[in-house]
C-alpha cells in the first residue's frame, strides 16, 4: 500500500482518454467525465444479435434482419457504444499497441456484461483469433487480452488454441456487410473437435460491427459440435 502511494506521488495517475490527473483513479483510471460519455448498449435490444432500437422504455424484440435469417449464435451483447472514448480506448489499444487498456476495456465489459454471461453458464471463454501472420504484426491479440481478465473476473475458463484462423482475410474496415461476409467466409476451423462437443461457449471480441466475424466464428463452433455459442464484444457499432 504504502509503495503505491509512493508511485503515484512520482507518476499521479491520469485519465486514459483526456489524461487528466485522478485523485481517485478506481481501477479503470478514467474521469467522471470520460466515463459518462462512454454510452452503454441499453434495452430494448434485440435479444438475438444485441442492436439497440431507436425507441425509449419499450420491450427486447428482434430486429428485422435477425428475423429474416438464422443466426448460428444464440445471443450477442456489447458493453458500450463503439464511438467518443470507447472508439478512442479501443483504437489506441489495437493499433497503437497500448496493451494496458485491455484492462480499462475488460473491466467495464465484466461490470456492463455481469448479469449477461451468468444466465448462459458459459462452460468456456473462446477469443476469435487472428491469423499468425496479423498476430506477428500486432504482437498480440486484442481479444485474448480482454479474455484473460474476463476468465479471472468471471470465473470461466479460457480456451485460446481450439478456435484458428487458417486463411488470411483483408481488414474488414471499408468493406461493406456483403464484402465483410466473403471476405471472412472459411476463415476459421477447430483444432480439437472432441474438446468442443456439448459446450456452451463464450465467444468474444473487441467490436461487433456487422456480425460477420462472429457469425463464421460461431458457425464453425457449431459446426465442430459446441451445443450453444453466445457472443460478447467490448463495443457495438451502431449505424
Not at 183 to 200: C, H, M, Q, S, Y
Request: proline share 6%.
Amino acid at each position: 500500500m504504502f509503495f503505491k502511494a509512493f508511485l503515484d506521488i512520482l507518476f499521479p495517475p491520469r485519465c486514459h482518454v483526456c489524461r487528466c490527473f485522478l485523485s481517485d483513479p478506481t481501477d479503470i483510471h478514467l474521469c467522471n467525465g470520460c466515463r459518462v460519455k462512454i454510452l452503454a448498449v441499453r434495452a430494448p435490444l434485440c435479444p438475438i444479435c444485441g442492436v439497440p432500437f431507436a425507441t425509449e422504455n419499450g420491450i427486447d424484440h428482434p430486429c428485422g434482419h435477425c428475423l429474416t435469417i438464422r443466426r448460428p449464435f444464440a445471443g450477442a451483447r456489447a458493453a458500450a457504444r463503439f464511438e467518443g472514448p470507447m472508439q478512442d480506448l479501443i483504437h489506441r489499444f489495437k493499433y497503437g499497441k497500448k496493451v494496458h487498456l485491455s484492462r480499462p476495456l475488460a473491466l467495464l465489459t465484466a461490470s456492463a456484461l455481469g448479469d449477461f454471461q451468468s444466465g448462459i453458464s458459459a462452460d468456456c471463454i473462446v477469443p476469435v483469433p487472428l491469423h499468425h501472420r496479423r498476430l506477428r504484426e500486432r504482437g498480440f491479440n486484442q481479444s485474448q487480452l480482454i479474455g484473460q481478465i474476463l476468465a479471472t473476473r468471471w470465473k470461466i475458463p479460457l480456451s485460446v488454441h481450439n478456435l484458428r484462423r487458417i486463411r488470411w482475410t483483408n481488414p474488414q474496415t471499408g468493406l461493406s456487410a456483403a464484402e465483410r461476409e466473403r471476405n471472412i467466409k472459411g476463415a476459421f476451423t477447430v483444432a480439437a473437435p472432441d474438446r468442443l462437443e456439448g459446450l456452451r461457449l463464450l465467444l468474444l471480441d473487441d467490436v461487433y460491427t456487422t456480425g460477420s466475424t462472429v457469425t463464421e466464428c460461431a458457425k464453425t463452433l457449431r459446426h465442430f459440435g459446441a451445443k450453444e455459442v453466445h457472443v460478447v464484444t467490448v463495443a457495438r457499432a451502431v449505424i
